[in-house]
């Protein structure tokens, strides 16, 4: 399945799309603009809040730091390189997947890079540059900075693989349903933003074997968090034995359901 030409025409999909949405300029800068304004705020508002209190939700500043930059460097990775996941219950329904059907390629290949959002770029950066704050709010030594952030990104691509197959899964329930956007959107939701929160928080509650099985935020966010912090060979391969499970499972899954798929003859390679 993962062969040089798959990559290779992966890459060039994603280029298109990139190049796509880099057109309207003006769209693209004020897209970037506002993004930079919400999310400067957003960090700004937690900085005062830990300014004061010092411990919120049992963490402090330099862990909220770490909490976030995953979250960030997360969404900003699935929707910079594999943002068509979002599109696939849309294709389903209006038979757009005829188009990816086409290609003599295996459909997720084109279908993944096909979509490119704008303002996930300054979700990146953000995610890169929030541990300059790291070093200039606490003493921590600049290269053991550098360090954490590139744990946060080789974490974070490990646990992108596990949240697109829970999207891909809920997406192309569109082959059995007319259409599964809005379910998309809550499973979505309903993985991301208690990703937000320390885990601590959900302790000898019902959500932490909640979030170990049906929805999988422990091996999402949960689990790199603690890898980041305190690295440990166990932790790390149930979290690599969990990405590659759930590659094989998306792909078998999609694989699987595609075959219900009927064609609407929209011979269109304009993708």
């Known amino acids: ?35 930079i304004i919400n999310n400067s705020f957003f960090v700004f508002i937690f900085y005062l ?6 411990t919120i939700w049992w963490i402090e500043f330099y862990e909220w730091t770490i909490l976030f930059s995953l979250f960030a ?47 996930a770029i300054w ?22 900075v550098i360090l954490l952030c590139f744990k946060v990104m080789f974490l974070s691509i490990f646990s992108s693989f596990i949240i697109l ?3 891909i899964f809920f997406h192309s329930l569109s082959f059995y349903l ?16 208690p990703s937000m929160y320390p885990p601590a928080i959900y302790e000898s509650t019902f959500l932490k ?25 166990l932790d790390f391969s149930i979290l690599v034995f969990a990405s590659i499970f759930s590659m094989f499972l998306w792909i078998f899954t999609f694989n699987r359901w595609l075959k219900k798929y009927e064609s609407g003859n929209m011979m269109n390679t304009n993708l």
């Open 1 to 35: 399945m993962i062969t040089m030409k798959n990559i290779y025409i992966f890459f060039q999909i994603l280029k298109h799309s990139i190049m796509s949405a880099m057109e309207y300029k003006l769209s693209f800068l004020t897209q970037i603009i506002f993004m």
């Open 49 to 54: 809040f830990f300014l004061k209190f010092k």
């Open 178 to 193: 007319w259409s599964s956007d809005q379910l998309s959107r809550w499973a979505f939701e309903a993985i991301l933003w």
């Open 209 to 233: 074997p909640l979030f170990m099985t049906i929805l999988p935020v422990f091996y999402i966010v949960f689990l790199p968090f603690k890898l980041v912090s305190d690295f440990n060979i």
């Open 165 to 167: 197959w829970f999207m």
């Open 73 to 119: 460097f997360l969404f900003s990775f699935l929707h910079l390189f594999v943002a068509g996941f979002s599109v696939i219950s849309n294709n389903i329904r209006e038979w757009k997947i005829d188009s990816f059907l086409l290609l003599p390629i295996y459909p997720l290949t084109s279908i993944l890079p096909s979509k490119f959002l704008v303002s």
């Open 123 to 144: 979700d990146l950066l953000t995610s890169i540059w929030i541990f300059y704050l790291v070093y200039i709010f606490s003493d921590i030594n600049i290269l053991w």
